[in-house]
C-alpha cells in the first residue's frame, strides 16, 4: 500500500477483540521487532519488547495510563524500553514504534499508542522483565472490535480537490471530528524561526504535497508540537515547548512519516538527530532533514 493511503487511513484504536492475534501474525511481529532490536535498537538505546499476556498487562496498569488518561485494554502490547531519558534515544525509539505501527497496519491489525510515565518502579520490573531501563510508552495492538468511527478519528488532511489550487491555504478535510490541525502556514518557516514559507516557495521547491500529508501525523493530544523550518536542499525538524519530553516523542513520530512520505515522493530522504544544546525556551531543533 502506498504510504500516503496509510498517512490517510490509519487511526487509533481504542476497543479491540479479546481474540488473540493468530499465531502466524504474531510470528511476523516477533521477526520484525528481532530486526529493530537488533539493527537498530542495540546502537540507539532501545529495545521493543512483545508482551502476549495483555489481560494480566491491562489489569496490571488500569489506572496509571492509557490513551488520554484511560487505559486500552488489548490482547497484546508492545513496551517501548528506553536505557535512559534521552532526547535522541526518545526520539529514534518512537520512530521505530511508529513503523511497527505500520508494520501491524499492513497485516489488518490496530494499535493504539498508550502513556504510561506515570507507573512505580515494579510495574516496570514486571513489563520490563527485570531488565534495566524505564518505559514511558506501550503500543496496544490486536483485532478491531469495529470500523473507525466518525467520532473516533482524528481529522484527516489530504489534497484531494483542486479548489486548494486557488485557496491555498484551504484543505481538503475528511472527518467530522472536534478535533483540528494547524495550516501549513503555521507549522512551515523559510530559511529562520518565524519566517512563514509562503505556499509559491513551498510549491517551487515541489514539497508542497509533502507537507500537507505529513500533518496527519499524530501527536500527544493532538498538540502538534512539531514545526519544519525549509533551507537549502534541507529542512529542520523542531519542537515547541521543549521541556516537554512528549514532544520529542511526537518527533519522532513525524520522522516517520517525513521518511516514508519522502521516500515515496523520489526525496533523499535522509535524517539525523541535531543535539541541541541552544537552552532557546521556544523551541529547540531535533532533527536535520534531507529534501
Known amino acids: 500500500m502506498k504510504f500516503r493511503e496509510f498517512t490517510v487511513n490509519n487511526h487509533s484504536t481504542r476497543e479491540f477483540m479479546d481474540d488473540r492475534v493468530n499465531q502466524g501474525d504474531i510470528g511476523a511481529i516477533k521477526a520484525y521487532l528481532d530486526e529493530l532490536n537488533s539493527t537498530n535498537g542495540k546502537e540507539k ?38 536505557d535512559r531519558l534521552d532526547h535522541e534515544i526518545e526520539v529514534y525509539g518512537a520512530f521505530y514504534l511508529q513503523s511497527v505501527v505500520k508494520k501491524l497496519y499492513d497485516l489488518d491489525l490496530g494499535s493504539c499508542w498508550i502513556t504510561v510515565d506515570g507507573i512505580i518502579p515494579s510495574q516496570t ?102 514545526r519544519l523550518i525549509l533551507k537549502d536542499g534541507y529542512g529542520e525538524l523542531c519542537v515547541i515547548n521543549p521541556e516537554q519530553e512528549e514532544n520529542y516523542t511526537d518527533a519522532g513520530i513525524m520522522l516517520f512519516f517525513l521518511e516514508g512520505l519522502a521516500k515515496e515522493m523520489s526525496f533523499p530522504s535522509n535524517w539525523h538527530f541535531i543535539q541541541d544544546d541552544s537552552d532557546n525556551a521556544e523551541y529547540r531543533r531535533v532533527a536535520h532533514f534531507d529534501l
Open 45 to 82: 538505546g532501545f529495545s521493543l519488547i512483545l508482551l502476549e499476556n495483555g489481560a494480566e498487562v491491562y489489569q496490571d496498569l488500569e489506572g496509571f495510563g492509557g490513551y488520554g488518561g484511560v487505559m486500552i485494554k488489548g490482547p497484546h502490547y508492545i513496551a517501548l524500553r528506553l
Open 125 to 226: 520490573e514486571r513489563l520490563l522483565a527485570g531488565q534495566p531501563g524505564i518505559i514511558q510508552h506501550l503500543l496496544a495492538f490486536g483485532k478491531p472490535a469495529k470500523k473507525d468511527s466518525k467520532g473516533d478519528r482524528h481529522k484527516t488532511i489530504v489534497n484531494c480537490d483542486a479548489k486548494y489550487q486557488q485557496d491555498p491555504y484551504g484543505l481538503a478535510i475528511i472527518s467530522t471530528s472536534d478535533e483540528s490541525r494547524l495550516s501549513v502556514v503555521e507549522t512551515i518557516f523559510l530559511k529562520t524561526w518565524g519566517n512563514v514559507a509562503p505556499y509559491e516557495e513551498m510549491e517551487k521547491r515541489g514539497v508542497l504535497d509533502l507537507l500537507y500529508y505529513v500533518r496527519n501525523s499524530p501527536s500527544y493530544q493532538n498538540a502538534q508540537p512539531c
